[in-house]
Nanobody
Framework: QVQLVESGGGLVQAGGSLRLSCAAS????????MGWFRQAPGQERKFVAS????????YYADSVKGRFIITMDNAKNTVYLQMNSLKPEDTAVYYC???????????WGQGTQVTVSS
């Protein structure tokens, strides 16, 4: 089992920045990719960004490309999502996930709310 705990959400004005953190514990060696997803009210959960645990290879949804940066700190077993130039449409619950790149995500955090006011 892998346990994931997100932090760093909150309320920010449009154009502002937030950094989300996700601390992983347990059998972290069983996963080789970490990702961030988000779910806005009334919508399905959507992919935001992912990074291999090696730190090499990052992927982003088109909607956040150029504004969000995902990084991995293996020494701390923590993945970060730096969110810049935030827009009201970025408002959602953000979830951290861990899994195997070829198989998908098996472990999920509890989510952290991000609200961007206009």
């Amino acid at each position: 089992q892998v346990q994931l705990v997100e932090s760093g959400g909150g309320l920010v004005q449009a154009g502002g920045s937030l950094r989300l953190s996700c601390a992983a514990s347990g059998r972290t060696f069983s996963s080789n990719v970490m990702g961030w997803f988000r779910q806005a009210p009334g919508q399905e959960r959507k992919f935001v960004a992912s990074v291999r645990r090696s730190g090499v290879g990052t992927y982003y949804a088109d909607s956040v490309k150029g504004r969000f940066i995902i990084t991995m700190d293996n020494a701390k077993n923590t993945v970060y999502l730096q969110m810049n130039s935030l827009k009201p449409e970025d408002t959602a619950v953000y979830y951290c996930a861990a899994g195997i790149e070829s198989k998908g995500y098996d472990y999920w955090g509890q989510g952290t709310q991000v609200t961007v006011s206009s």
